[in-house]
C-alpha cells in the first residue's frame, strides 16, 4: 500500500485502530497518532 511519494497509507476500510500493524513492526515506523479517527 503506497501513496504519494512512496509513502505507505492505511486503508482506512480495513484498519480497526487495533494496534497490532504498531505492536509488531521490527523497526518500529508505525504509530497510531488518533485511534477513533482510524475506524472511521
Known sequence: ???LGGKQTVD????TGCGL???YCPH???ELKDVN???N
Open 1 to 3: 500500500m503506497f501513496g
Open 12 to 15: 482506512r476500510a480495513k484498519c
Open 21 to 23: 500493524c504498531v505492536r
Open 28 to 30: 518500529r515506523a508505525i
Open 37 to 39: 479517527s482510524a475506524a
